[in-house]
């Protein structure tokens, strides 16, 4: 972990080699035409967000970049958990490719020498830096965040992080302890700051040290919250009167969710104010009180979240780097508050593969703006008053994360990399994912603010592992060595479909030949898949797509 002034005389240094050698930017892009990158990763972010129709969330930064850009309603994670999703997003390969299912392996070193998004820009002439919790830090990333493959300075990581899990939070008996819910006083906590405030702090003095930079930048900011613990500015949890919180519209466990399909949410059980709920293991469930108390607190970390993006983008107005930057705002996998009886993510419901997922390009989904205008200026969230911001354009199609490295890619002018042969071990740059290219044409008719493809020719596929048919302790992040059943999930416009297989940790090879379990939902009957119709649908001929 660098001080800031250390990365920035850094970076100074990188500046001037890149500067020297800055022709080798691929063909079509040179240095004086080339857009900068700017990519916003949260964790544990699902679309409750108000451009994603949320009623109750306050998100109006969020909101107003969405406005300028194109938003994917349909966006998918192929892993419900933090490593093993960021790994494949930033690589482009599904955890079957990068053999990543839990935090314990580096896949340069277990599977293959896979290039990196932020490395293909850095091989292309642009500075790459990164800030917050990009990739996952530990063995995930070689304890280095894929240093010096992907960045061009050393990573930054806020000093404040480390007290994440420690007893910070005051509870009612006026001691500290290491809770679930922590809303601080910001002025109490060590250091007098939280992670998100000084990775934006940071990432606005880096976006100041590159305006003046000949080189285009790649600049990777990942914000914290709202993953747990919920530790946030209390004042955010007066835009969420506990009176206005309703439970998940669907609060108990289905009856026919096969025991291999549940997460415990052992990680949530941990916690000292979830300990002393004295909860039954594993199915709960928690008391409908402190329900409510945890959807207050995940939607005050979304709002003070939504505060830190408004900064930052402010910055990059101020910094008149707008017209000049491609924005991207995703998650890596959403998170479950209550539904099917489940809290946090590791399955592959809908709650927890949906993510957020929006682009602006300047020039493409707005208009350049004028000398002097703003499109980013800072919204209080706390502002009554502040008007509603009118939605972007929208695609409907349903898209995978793993569109996120040939999609940045092309909208940056660069070559799109070609699509990975079946095995793709071997081949250091290519791409599992589709080129959403084609949703960034400028159309001739504004009527309909949706862009539709073929929906039924569309999939997104997800995957999560278990180490046995019913919940255990390890259920939720199993090690590579314990994993004795894969969950493979299909989502069409139709339908989820899930088939639980029996799976060989030491060869990486699922058999569908060995069904252990299998779920069914019906998009339009059942959104939120509490009915199960998988043992109905046996009696009878699936449908083609739903053969595994």
């Known amino acids: 972990m660098l001080p800031p002034g250390v990365g920035l005389l850094w970076l100074g240094l990188v500046l001037g080699s890149v500067c020297a050698s800055v022709g080798s930017a691929a063909p079509g892009n040179?240095?004086?035409?080339?857009?900068?990158?700017?990519?916003?990763?949260?964790?544990?972010?699902?679309?409750?967000?108000?451009c994603y129709g949320d009623k109750l969330i306050r998100s109006p930064n969020v909101d107003q970049l969405a406005s300028h850009s194109l938003l994917f309603q349909n966006a998918f994670a192929q892993q419900a958990v933090c490593a093993p999703s960021r790994v494949s997003l930033?690589?482009?390969?599904?955890?079957?490719?990068?053999?990543?299912?839990?935090?314990n392996s580096y896949w340069r070193a277990h599977s293959g020498n896979f290039s990196t998004i932020p490395q293909y820009f850095k091989e292309n002439g642009y500075v790459t830096m990164s800030v917050g919790k990009v990739f996952h830090p530990g063995v995930s990333s070689n304890h280095s965040d894929d240093s010096p493959y992907s960045w061009s300075v050393p990573p930054y990581h806020p000093s404040s992080e480390k007290y994440e899990n420690t007893k910070t939070c005051r509870g009612p008996d006026g001691e500290l302890h290491a809770n679930l819910l922590c809303p601080v006083d910001v002025a109490d906590v060590p250091e007098g700051t939280l992670p998100d405030k000084q990775s934006t702090e940071q990432a606005i003095r880096l976006l100041g040290k590159m305006k003046t930079s000949a080189s285009?930048?790649?600049?990777?900011?990942?914000?914290?919250?709202?993953h747990i613990p919920f530790r946030y500015p209390k004042e955010f949890q007066k835009l969420y009167p506990l009176e206005n919180i309703t439970l998940a519209p669907d609060p108990q466990v289905p009856a026919g969710l096969p025991p291999v399909a549940y997460n415990p949410w052992m990680d949530i059980r941990r916690r000292e104010d979830v300990q002393a709920l004295n909860l039954s293991v594993p199915y709960g469930p928690i008391p409908a009180d402190f329900q409510r108390k945890i959807r207050q607190s995940y939607f005050a970390c979304v709002s003070y979240l939504d505060t830190q993006v408004g900064h930052l983008l402010s910055a990059l107005d101020d910094l008149q780097l707008a017209s000049s930057t491609i924005v991207a705002l995703t998650s890596d996998h959403g998170w479950a508050l209550g539904e099917h009886g489940e809290w946090a993510k590791y399955s592959n419901f809908d709650v927890t593969t949906r993510v957020p997922l929006v682009f602006y390009v300047p020039g493409r989904t707005a208009p350049l703006p004028a000398a002097g205008d703003k499109l980013f200026p800072y919204i209080d969230p706390f502002d009554s008053i502040s008007e509603s911001v009118e939605p972007g354009r929208q695609a409907g199609d349903l898209v995978e994360l793993l569109s996120l490295f040939p999609t940045l890619a092309g909208l940056a002018g660069l070559r799109v990399p070609p699509r990975c042969p079946i095995p793709s071990f071997h081949v250091e740059l290519c791409r599992e994912g589709r080129n959403l290219l084609k949703h960034f044409q400028v159309r001739d008719s504004e009527e309909d603010p949706y862009i539709h493809g073929n929906p039924r020719e569309l999939v997104a596929y997800s995957q999560y592992p278990r180490p046995a048919d019913s919940p255990q302790w390890n259920s939720d992040k199993p090690s590579l060595k314990d994993i004795k059943v894969m969950g493979y999930s299909i989502r069409t416009v139709d339908y989820r479909y899930?088939?639980?297989?029996?799976?060989?940790?030491?060869?990486?090879?699922?058999?569908?030949?060995?069904?252990?379990?299998?779920?069914?939902?019906?998009?339009?009957?059942?959104?939120?898949?509490?009915?199960?119709?998988?043992?109905?649908?046996?009696?009878?001929a699936l449908p083609r797509s739903l053969t595994p």
């Open 30 to 50: 040179s240095a004086t035409d080339a857009l900068n990158v700017l990519l916003i990763i949260v964790d544990d972010l699902r679309p409750s967000l108000g």
């Open 498 to 540: 899930t088939v639980w297989v029996g799976f060989n940790p030491r060869e990486f090879l699922a058999n569908f030949s060995d069904v252990h379990a299998g779920e069914l939902y019906f998009v339009a009957s059942d959104p939120w898949q509490d009915h199960n119709m998988y043992n109905d649908s046996q009696g009878g």
């Open 216 to 226: 285009p930048f790649f600049l990777a900011v990942g914000y914290h919250k709202p």
């Open 90 to 103: 930033l690589t482009g390969r599904r955890p079957d490719t990068t053999r990543l299912y839990d935090f």
